[in-house]
């Protein structure tokens, strides 16, 4: 306040005494946000100097310059020096007397300025001059920032009040207009109050002592507390659409939690199963060495096994059949296996039982692998009982083949027996997963359709109510334009008989008369459409309400269905869990029927460990494994892919979905 003082005092050529002290006083008061001279007469060259302090962002919330005198000039160079101030709130200026160029000036403030909210001009003339007061109305049409403006006492008439209903159209921020002790009138009055129908915002408008009549003042009374009404009900409505926004944003996180957390446990899937394949690869290399280690023994024990090959041609003859029958048997299984890598692309749950087999493969693997060990180790044992009894095998040949023979029959027929009953469980087992599969496919196809369903009723609901909307406010605006020409015709009226009254003035009286007449005619008539207008506006009222509790209703009936989306999801989670665990049983039982085969192959390897083609043949069939276990790598690694790829569709539709639903919707239009 203080450099305030000392601008003041440098700027002004003849600085006033009593504005010195008073800003001394205003700058030891605890409030500085306020530049109060009221009743401080202050002269052109005062008016000058605060006008150009004023645009310097001066730190004052409010000004208060009632009762100052100020001159034309004055109130000129003043309110030039507020239009680009951006910090004033609050402008009093009662009591100055203010006519056509301080009208002016106003305007031309109510233009630039887009700080000040309350404006104060009581006790003045701003009224008598049509053409300042309409400059005036005009830029109060043109302000967008006002809130409130106080005009009591500027002898307004009721060209003014139509001024100012013409501006009250165009304005969209102005809440309380203060009107009282004017000459408004009859005309006045009605020009404000038609122009109400068109304005939302004005929340108070007081007319007391205007000449206005009870019944035009009942409804603008009416109309006020239709804006309030109109108000409370817009700011609940924003306050409901935040608050939907916010529970949507919510279960956005909520729902890219639970997305992410999938996410994270399914690397953490892979990365088992990535270090199972590291660990089965290593032991895998294990037992090749062991393996070569094993070749070397047994190329020195070549030379004493020669004794026996010839006793052995028919066995050998016999194993060589039962190779081509395994081979034949792998080469079903693959061509089968190749079909099931067809079907299980387009499914989705047959992914993982894959993941499951594979790795159920490379466990009987690593068991078939232990079992060589032992059985080297057995052979190891059992050459070096065979160096003692080779002359004890020369004798006991002829009955060793005679058993051969039947223990190779023997096998054969459980070799059959144990594929038949092997391929029958795996095409039971593979029926039952695509029975299951297809019933779920179905059951989330008709619970989509039936979603699809009652989202396009509530759409055609909603464009029944948008059409209704529509329709009410045409028919709004059809009985808006009626009453503006009636009004247009009736001033049109009371323009020629002032004419005739001016042009004939020696027949006053008899005039007087007849003008008397129609006016109570007239009166008689516009009361009666006034009423008429009160009795649709209620109508217009009761026909909103109605829409608003229909509106209300289909809220509710979207809260009640994205319940039961929520129910219907939950259902469909625990239907997953219970057929995950009947999978996992599945696995468990088809765990004990591998574990059965690989008994059944342990008995076929026990029987044929004698024999060095036999072990030829498994080497072979190593190898085959091994080629087995990179092409299935190779497939988990494109599953993988798969999922993954699945994984990205299933966040894109969820994400499109939350964005298309009809809550987005709704609060988008909101």
Known sequence: MEEFRRAY?????????????????????????????????????????????????APFAEVALGDCG????????????LCSNTTVKSLDLKGNNLRTVGAEALGKLLRQNKSIRSLILEWNNLGMWEEGFSF???????????????????????????????????????????????????????ALLNCLHSNKTLKRLELAGNNVPSDILKAVEQAMDH?????????????????????????KDEKTKQFLDLMDTIDKQREEIARSGRMSAARVSQLQEALDEQHSIMNSLKA?????????????????????LLNATKEEQTSMAERHFTELQQQKQEGADREGKLLRDLSAASEKNLLLRNQVDELEKKCKIQ????????????????ELKLRAVQAEERLEMEKRRFKQSLEDMESLRLKEVDHMTQHIEASERSMQDRIQRLEAIRIALEEELSQVKAAALTERGQAEE???????QARLEEQQRLEHLEEKLRLMTESRDEAQNCCLKQKQMVAEAQAKANQLSLHAD???????????????????????????KVELQEQIGHLQAERTAQEGLREKIAALERQLKALSSNHREALLDKEGEISMLLEKLRMKEADISRMREEEAQRASFLQNAIMAYVQGSPLGAHGSRK
């Open 9 to 57: 005092a440098r700027l002004c050529a003849a600085p006033q005494e009593a504005v010195l002290r008073r800003l001394r006083e205003l700058g030891g008061a605890p409030g500085r946000g306020r530049l109060d001279l009221a009743a401080q007469s202050l002269s052109l060259e005062t008016c000058g100097a605060l006008g150009r302090l004023l645009p310097g962002a």
């Open 70 to 81: 100020l001159s034309e000039e004055g109130v000129k160079l003043l309110l030039h020096g």
């Open 136 to 190: 005036f109305c005009h830029g109060l049409g043109a302000n967008n920032f006002l809130q409130r403006l106080d005009l009591r006492n500027n002898q307004i008439n009721h060209q003014g009040a139509g001024e100012l209903a013409m501006a009250l159209k165009q304005n969209a921020s102005l809440q309380e207009l203060d009107l009282r002790w004017n000459n408004i009138g009859l005309l006045g009055g009605r």
């Open 227 to 251: 804006n309030q009404d109109r108000q409370t009900i817009l700011s609940e409505t924003q306050n409901r659409a935040y608050i939907l926004s916010k529970e949507v944003l919510s279960l």
């Open 304 to 324: 004493k096994l020669q004794m026996t090959e010839a006793a052995l041609a028919l066995s050998e003859q016999k194993v060589h059949n039962l190779g081509e």
């Open 387 to 402: 160096q003692d009894q080779l002359f004890q095998v020369k004798q006991d040949l002829t009955n060793t083949t005679a």
């Open 486 to 492: 009636e009004l247009i015709k009736v001033r049109n």
């Open 546 to 572: 109605g829409l608003r509790r229909r509106l209300e209703e289909l809220q509710q009936d979207l809260n009640s269905k994205e319940e039961e989306k929520v129910t219907e999801v939950n259902k469909v």
